[in-house]
């Protein structure tokens, strides 16, 4: 069993920043991808950002240019720069990782105020 546990959400105003973390219960070298979702109320779960192993990273046309994903296989941790933060970046957003099976952390809220 695998648990993923967010940090660093919080209450920030339109064009400023927060970084997201996710410390894994155990070593993430063999998962295949890790990443971050996120979820506004009323509307689907979506992609956020999420690094394949062994590949670059993929963002979502929505976050391109703002947000910043890493990995850190050492410390089991995959954090999320998130700069230049809208209002419609608000969402509780879900840490992601990929084994045998599909993992999700509890969720961490963010909201971007005006």
């Known amino acids: 069993q695998v648990q993923l546990v967010e940090s660093g959400g919080g209450l920030v105003q339109a064009g400023g920043s927060l970084r997201l973390s996710c410390a894994a219960s155990?070593?993430?070298?063999?998962?295949?991808?890790m990443g971050w979702y996120r979820q506004a109320p009323g509307k689907q779960r979506e992609l956020v950002a999420i690094i394949i192993s062994g590949g670059r990273p993929n963002y979502g046309d929505s976050v391109k240019g703002r947000f910043t994903i890493s990995r850190d296989n050492l410390k089991n941790t995959v954090d999320l720069q998130m700069n230049s933060l809208k209002p419609e970046d608000t969402a509780v957003y879900y840490c992601?990782?990929?084994?045998?099976?599909?993992?999700w952390g509890q969720g961490t809220q963010v909201t971007v105020s005006s």
């Open positions: 992601y990782g990929r084994l045998q099976y599909d993992y």
């Open positions: 155990r070593s993430i070298v063999n998962f295949n991808v």
